[in-house]
């Protein structure tokens, strides 16, 4: 199951969020943590542990002995996940969403017509081999489309005005731009003294296809008989001028290169520059921009959300605290953030003061 991968980081990562309220829970024995009034339980743990190591099996690799570093590692890695997914879950509630069993089973739908070819027992055998039973796997597709949900909301009035794509494509012009190109052929040999003979072969009628093939030691055009399409700049510097300084029909005498000698003949005029118009590349634009104006706004979110659920709302149990603690982390980014901005602070504050 291609979206169903172990400790899916990728997709949770930028919905790590934060809780409303107090915690209300309290954590008992069945526990490794408790996320506001959530339990994240030792079966969920160990479920999630075997399919750490069903994967490693798969690969081939010596599943981490208990105790290690490494194993502890692979722990913090999976106790976070599950503590993100039950925090992604009080999100979503506040924010009104649920993922009904109907809506699960058109996206398990979707899976089967999109990889397995409509087939639910090759479905089913792909479940398996993810070491989840059918209701695990279902509620793996539902924290999914939870995740999506909730981004959708936290980000659904950006906006990108056509000003901001206008501004966009006038600073990055180059990159909707196609430089001048020419079709050339062309041998390439480690000697001065073969390309020389191969030049003399050539000026005296030789056939450029035929001796490209049984000597060029360019893989992508010598079974081409040479040919290939140049750019401008695109390809070393001393080939490229010779490249685009010869006549049409014209043959180069041997031009040394990193690569070696080549023998260059310019087969095509020198196509000019050309600029791709805005209104073909608006909409790409657009999306583009939305896209990072989507992320940015789930950031802002989520680093917001973070502060409150690093304030007493989260308890691990024994022994299941990682060895990386994502709230020491932000405590200390915080600290170092206000102690940067404090003379910045101290100064817009003053000048408010002034102001009134």
């Known amino acids: 199951m291609r979206r169903l991968l172990l400790f899916a980081f990728a997709s949770l990562a930028l919905l790590a969020a934060g809780c409303g309220g107090t915690t209300t829970a309290s ?5 490794v943590a408790v996320v506001g009034s959530d339990h994240v339980t030792k079966d969920q743990f160990e479920s999630l542990m075997a399919r750490a190591k069903k994967s490693y099996d798969a690969q081939k690799r010596a599943f981490p002995k208990a105790g290690s570093t490494e194993y502890e590692q692979l722990k913090g890695q999976a106790i976070t996940f599950l503590v993100q997914r039950a925090e992604i879950q009080e999100q979503a509630s506040q924010q009104g969403i649920d993922i009904s069993n109907a809506r699960v089973d058109q996206e398990i739908a979707k899976y089967k017509k999109q990889f397995y070819g409509g087939s639910d027992a090759r479905y089913e055998k792909a479940v398996k081999q993810q ?5 695990q796997a279902r509620e793996e597709i539902r ?8 981004f959708k909301k936290i980000t659904s009035s950006v906006k990108v005005s056509d000003a901001d794509i206008k501004a966009y494509y006038n600073s990055h012009k180059s990159q909707y731009g196609q430089p001048e190109s020419r079709d050339v052929r062309h041998i390439l040999v480690n000697s001065k003294k073969l390309a020389d003979t191969i030049y003399s072969q050539l000026k005296s009628g030789g056939d450029f296809a035929a001796l490209a093939k049984k000597y060029s030691k360019d893989p992508g ?10 750019s401008r700049g695109q390809t070393v510097a001393p080939f490229d001028q010779k490249a685009f300084s010869l006549k049409t029909g014209e043959l180069s005498p041997p031009v040394k290169t990193q690569y070696g000698w080549h023998i260059i003949q310019a087969l095509s005029a020198v196509r000019k520059a050309k600029q791709t118009p805005f209104a073909k590349v608006k909409e790409s634009i657009r999306q583009q921009l939305l ?5 940015d ?27 990386t603690d994502p709230c020491a982390a932000l405590t200390t980014s915080t600290a170092t953030t206000a102690a940067t901005s ?4 101290t100064t817009a504050t003053a000048s408010t ?3 009134k």
């Open 27 to 31: 954590l008992s024995s069945s526990d």
């Open 131 to 135: 070491g989840l039973t059918d209701e």
């Open 143 to 150: 924290a999914q489309l939870v995740s999506q949900a909730l």
């Open 221 to 230: 055009s010598a079974a081409q008989g040479g040919k290939l399409t140049i």
């Open 291 to 295: 896209q990072t104006k989507k992320n």
């Open 297 to 323: 706004a789930m950031s802002k979110w989520v680093d917001t959300t973070k502060k409150d659920f690093c304030k007493g709302k989260l308890s691990y149990g024994s022994g299941y605290k990682p060895l």
């Open 342 to 345: 404090a003379p910045a602070a």
């Open 353 to 355: 003061s002034t102001t």
